[in-house]
């Protein structure tokens, strides 16, 4: 066992009132810059709808993320070394900018500047690209409040299936909001895929980042990302991601999104996790399989076995005692009301979602009954017009039976709390049907309904003492025996983390590997352009 520690989030879906204030905030404090008109790191999305960029969760498509090939090892969907030399120059998988959308503005000069006249002046929408008259046709809040759902949210990957049982007219629609940022995987897909070895993942808190230095503009990581949070500016030919506002998290402080967000959904708080076991989690067969997978790595922050094995591991105390106060670990292994959105791209995503209940409970408040009894809300499923297993196709691979699980937990702690108000009895009987008791359901509430600021982020700071760390970090799975050990792995397959070995002296340690036999061969994907590359140009004796 090797104890990581890994800075993870929770949404609570039912409080998202789609105002759009973590987009604002965070475009305007890591995305102002020429060229990242259409980088929108932090976007929010209504669903049923076609998300940013469009249809980003159909990978038969786009072919992100993790499969599982015939011999049960985990590959790359978009193919291994040989495929990426092969389409180097040109990435079929690559959604186009009209996937996303052409950047514009408006011709605001015709305003301020136009003469007397009968005609009102109008400011025409003009390209950021070209600067010639435009016509928008796409944007990344395109499907806001179910806009235009009559045509554009069949397009949900995530409706496949269900046509018949989902009907799209306004007035009987269901929708919810889905904040979504990067995932800053366990698994990560995007730092496997970049042929550069300019994306890494950091090894004291799990934070997914770009090197912008050695960012060669290749783009493998923007098609090898499933959930397609990583964008490439058109301007400064690199590619660009939500940094999870890892300054402030040093500092002890929350991400910009969350320390503004107006529903105060958001909790922030430190994970830690097996190493050892992420490979072989992301790899089960079956992918309904794969959040108890996730969460079998996950380790226990009370546990002393634990905490002497993390003080070992390098984890500092303080980060230790955070992991026990943590809010992320309450929700999604104790009360376990939190889920993973797709969990079948084997990432392994560290953002996770407590599936909204709302639209539930009104459904049933629409017959005239109240949300008190489980058993009322749920014999209504059948009849929502959006099934569960829309949730469930979102969340756990289509594991209806887990989402029905969270669903019932909350409408459990809603019928305790009102009985509480009310001064009835508790009610053991439903508590302990979902498996939980008065202290754990009132908890529960706490966090969901009443979490005050120190609740909702507990975030330690960076070590002084480690910083100088900093300057050369590797992936958290990037040690003897881990999964980028590429001992484990077919020299012909990218591994589960950058090509950089234990051992191995920089500037060199993102374009050498071992082989089977030990020795030290160059790999010319991790090639930085600095330096020798060695058998580029046939020379004798080259490995």
Same mark, same amino acid.
């Given at each position: 066992m090797r104890v990581m520690s890994q800075i993870a989030m929770v949404m609570n879906l039912d409080k998202c009132i789609g105002c759009h204030t973590c987009s604002v905030t965070c475009k305007q404090t890591w995305t102002n810059r020429s060229g990242s008109e259409y980088v929108w790191f932090n976007n929010v999305e209504t669903k049923p709808g076609s998300g940013y960029p469009r249809r980003y969760e159909d990978q038969e498509q786009w072919k992100g993320g993790w499969k599982l090939d015939r011999h049960g090892k985990l590959r790359l969907k978009a193919g291994g070394r040989l495929r990426k030399l092969l389409t180097l120059f040109y990435n079929p998988d690559l959604p186009s900018l009209d996937d996303f959308y052409e950047p514009w503005t408006y011709d605001y000069q015709s305003l301020t500047t136009a003469p007397l006249s009968d005609a009102f002046p109008s400011a025409r929408p003009k390209s950021q690209l070209t600067g010639r008259d435009m016509r928008p046709v796409r944007g990344p809040n395109w499907d806001d409040d179910l806009a235009g759902s009559g045509t554009h949210a069949a397009a949900d990957p995530n409706l496949e299936g269900m046509a018949e049982q989902v009907r799209m007219e306004f007035e009987q629609a269901f929708m919810f909001y889905l904040p979504r940022i990067c995932e800053h995987c366990l698994n990560p897909s995007c730092v496997a895929s970049c042929p550069s070895g300019a994306m890494y993942k950091r090894a004291e808190d799990g934070i997914v980042l770009v090197d912008q230095d050695r960012c060669r503009g290749w783009r493998m990581c923007v098609s090898g990302c499933p959930y397609k949070k990583v964008y490439f500016n058109h301007r400064t030919g690199k590619a660009e991601k939500c940094t999870f506002c890892y300054p402030r998290i040093e500092a002890g402080q929350p991400t910009v999104c969350s320390e503004t967000c107006v529903g105060r959904l958001r909790h922030l708080g430190v994970m830690l996790y097996d190493a050892d076991a992420v490979l072989q989690a992301a790899s089960v067969t079956d992918e309904k399989d794969l959040y108890e997978a996730q969460l079998s790595v996950f380790l226990d922050p009370h546990d002393p076995e634990v905490q002497a094995a993390a003080a070992r591991d390098g984890i500092a105390h303080d980060w230790i005692e955070a992991a026990k106060r943590s809010p992320v670990n309450a929700l999604i292994t104790k009360h376990r009301v939190a889920l993973p959105l797709h969990p079948e791209y084997r990432t392994m995503p560290m953002v996770w979602y407590v599936p909204p209940l709302s639209p539930v409970a009104d459904a049933v408040h629409a017959t005239g009954y109240h949300d008190d009894d489980p058993d009322r809300i749920f014999a209504a499923i059948d009849s929502l017009r959006i099934p569960m297993e829309y949730l469930a196709n979102l969340f756990t691979a289509g594991d209806t039976t887990v989402v029905e699980g969270v669903l019932r937990r909350l409408t459990a702690m809603r019928a305790?709390?009102?009985? $509480? $108000? /009310? *001064? =009835? +009895?508790?009610?053991?009987? /439903? /508590?302990?049907?979902? *498996?939980? =008791?008065? %202290?754990? &359901? %009132?908890? /529960?509430?706490?966090?969901?309904?009443?979490?005050?600021?120190? =609740? #909702?982020?507990? &975030? +330690? #700071?960076v070590h002084a003492e480690g910083t100088g760390a900093l300057m050369a970090q590797h992936c958290s799975l990037d040690y003897p025996g881990g999964g980028a050990d590429y001992a484990d792995h077919d020299q012909d397959q990218l591994g589960t983390a950058p090509p950089t070995l234990p051992g191995l002296s920089a500037p060199h340690g993102g374009s050498h590997f071992r082989d089977d036999e030990g020795q030290v061969r160059f790999n010319l994907l991790g090639w930085d352009g600095s330096g020798r590359a060695p058998g580029l140009f046939g020379e004798e004796g080259a490995k």
């Open positions: 305790h709390m009102r009985a $509480q $108000q /009310l *001064g =009835d +009895p508790v009610d053991h009987d /439903l /508590l302990a049907s979902v *498996g939980t =008791d008065a %202290e754990g &359901i %009132e908890d /529960l509430y706490r966090l969901l309904a009443i979490a005050k600021y120190d =609740d #909702r982020y507990v &975030i +330690p #700071r």
